[in-house]
């Protein structure tokens, strides 16, 4: 058996609001666009600077902080996975797209909107039924590998 790894790592910044919709069974999924950078010298000296941009996407309760907590032009960390959907656009076409599956965030920023991160972790809610939903999940990812 051969193994693999789908591991993505990214620091960049928000460049659009996080938009927060609701599965029809009701699962909280949040997505939003995020820029990574490179700058660098040409031969002839003068810099030169390059934006990706990454569509990322994240559910259950990572879809609830990130809606709470991050905004357009907030810094942040983001690790998952590359995942990608085939779909029909409304013309017909047949299109591909490539996402990041978010596993995990942290905000970089020091500040937001005045308030220090602690703050805003006061204001914050954490749903204790994601936790327990969550381990169920985990246990049941984990249960395939036991072998």
């Known amino acids: ?69 991050v905004t357009k032009g907030t810094r942040i960390y983001v690790e998952g996975r590359l995942q990608t959907r085939n779909y029909e656009d409304s013309e017909g076409n047949r299109r591909q797209v490539v996402e990041i599956l978010a596993d995990n965030m942290l905000i970089l920023d020091d500040r937001k909107n005045g308030k220090s991160r602690e703050d805003e972790e006061d204001d914050f809610e954490f749903n204790d039924d994601y936790s327990s939903k969550s381990k169920e999940i985990d246990d049941d990812f984990d249960s395939r590998f036991d072998d």
């Open 1 to 69: 058996m051969s193994r693999t790894l789908n591991k993505v790592m990214l620091i960049g910044n928000v460049g659009k609001e996080p938009e927060l919709k609701e599965t029809p069974g009701g699962v909280p999924v949040t997505s939003f666009r995020m820029a990574t950078s490179e700058s660098w010298k040409d031969k002839d000296g003068y810099l030169k600077e390059h934006t990706d941009w990454h569509t990322v996407v994240a559910w259950r309760g990572l879809a609830k902080v990130i809606d709470k907590l």
